[in-house]
């Protein structure tokens, strides 16, 4: 089966991550961490503070990011006060359940189409910040399944736009795929004390297996109080610290994927979004969001299915006439295109 439906990794590992797999001395699981005696929590977080120019202290671990977007809604909204968390109106929808677990309210704020992308509607967001004093804002840069991102221009204007009550959490999960270019991150952070940046290793570094997120926060004491609260006392298993480190240090094999799914984007663009009622989107991700004629969903499902192949046709209000494709290997995208040119064209 090729499962080009929930945006993971279709290549190989860098060689780097294979060799600290091989290498790795399986006698350091029979012991602790020795690091945390210098006050840090582990390697990998500060190969992170090497890495981003952020101080260790400001860095979060996480079984995923998907672990510290939850510890960030559950420990937010059961601080007092508000309990309202507003997030795109097309987005994940995990991040509805994990307001959900603690009893807060998730509200949508607005999200347009704009040529052959979508926007955050800036006026409409500010209003509706303006009105509710939402404990959470939750921003995706870039969105899934939409595939829009901010520029940081964009994420500074943003949060001057929210007051300081308001926690913003950012789910960066796909920004490797945006931009090489993170320091706008330390910048951020230490302007704005109300902020948290989540990434990981599933997307853009192709281990969603290994289960590891990272994040940064601000310095002030809320934020301090949060990192003790979500950070694990003795960092992460030391076999997925010592891989996490191999796969950021062979960033140049992750970026010769990336050129693959580039020229996926530009195939799917140049020969689909040509047909009659096709539209392809931008997107700054590892999957493209196709809107298609409706009537043809169950011949194209069939076709899929028929040939191994498994996407995701979105079923939300508002995007349920399109389909979102992972971007796998060349020829798993040539074949994706050829089928849904079959049933386009009859």
């Known amino acids: 089966?090729?499962?080009?439906?929930?945006?993971?990794?279709?290549?190989?590992?860098?060689?780097?991550?294979?060799?600290?797999?091989a290498d790795f001395d399986y006698r350091k699981l029979c012991f602790y961490t020795r690091i945390y005696d210098q006050g840090k929590k582990s390697i990998f977080s500060v190969y992170l503070s090497e890495l981003y120019d952020i101080d260790e202290s400001q860095i979060l671990l996480g079984y995923g990011a998907e672990d510290l977007l939850k510890k960030a809604v559950h420990?937010?909204?059961?601080?007092?006060g508000s309990k309202t968390m507003i997030i795109p109106q097309f987005s994940w929808w995990y991040y509805k359940s994990i307001a959900d677990?603690?009893?807060?309210?998730?509200?949508?704020?607005?999200?347009?189409?704009?040529?052959?992308?979508f926007r955050y509607d800036f006026d409409g967001l500010k209003k509706m910040i303006d009105e509710i004093n939402p404990k959470i804002l939750l921003v995706a840069s870039p969105n899934n399944p939409t595939g829009n991102a901010l520029t940081p221009e964009e994420m500074e204007k943003l949060?001057?736009?929210?007051?300081?009550s308001t926690i913003v959490l950012v789910d960066e999960a796909?920004?490797?795929?945006?931009?090489?270019?993170?320091?706008?991150?330390?910048?951020?952070?230490?302007?704005?004390?109300?902020?948290?940046?989540?990434?990981?290793?599933?997307k853009f570094y192709g281990l969603p297996g290994l289960r590891m997120g990272f994040g940064f926060v601000g310095n002030g004491p809320v934020m301090k109080r949060f990192a003790k609260y979500a950070n694990m006392y003795l960092g992460?298993?030391?076999?997925?610290?010592?891989?996490?480190?191999?796969?950021?240090?062979?960033?140049?094999?992750?970026?010769?994927?990336?050129?693959v799914m580039a020229a996926?984007?530009?195939?799917?663009?140049?020969?689909?979004?040509?047909?009659?009622?096709?539209?392809?989107?931008?997107?700054?991700?590892?999957?493209?969001?196709?809107k298609y004629p409706i009537k043809l969903k169950p011949a194209l499902q069939e076709a899929f299915a028929s040939e191994d192949y498994k996407v995701k046709f979105m079923n939300e209000?508002?995007?349920d006439t399109h389909m979102r494709i992972t971007l796998g290997r060349a020829e798993q995208n040539r074949k994706v295109c050829d089928i849904i040119l079959k049933i386009a064209l009859g």
């Open 317 to 319: 209000p508002g995007i």
């Open 159 to 164: 949060l001057d736009m929210v007051p300081p």
């Open 264 to 290: 996926a984007r530009k195939m799917y663009t140049e020969e689909l979004g040509v047909l009659p009622e096709f539209k392809v989107y931008r997107s700054y991700a590892n999957f493209i969001l196709i």
């Open 101 to 117: 677990e603690v009893d807060g309210t998730t509200l949508q704020y607005p999200v347009y189409e704009d040529g052959d992308s």
């Open 174 to 202: 796909y920004a490797s795929f945006l931009s090489s270019d993170a320091s706008y991150i330390k910048m951020l952070i230490e302007k704005h004390d109300n902020i948290v940046v989540c990434r990981t290793l599933s």
């Open 236 to 259: 992460y298993d030391r076999l997925s610290e010592e891989v996490a480190i191999a796969a950021l240090k062979s960033d140049a094999h992750y970026r010769e994927v990336a050129e």
């Open 1 to 21: 089966m090729n499962y080009l439906d929930r945006n993971e990794f279709n290549f190989e590992p860098s060689e780097e991550v294979k060799k600290a797999l």
């Open 75 to 80: 420990y937010f909204l059961t601080l007092g």
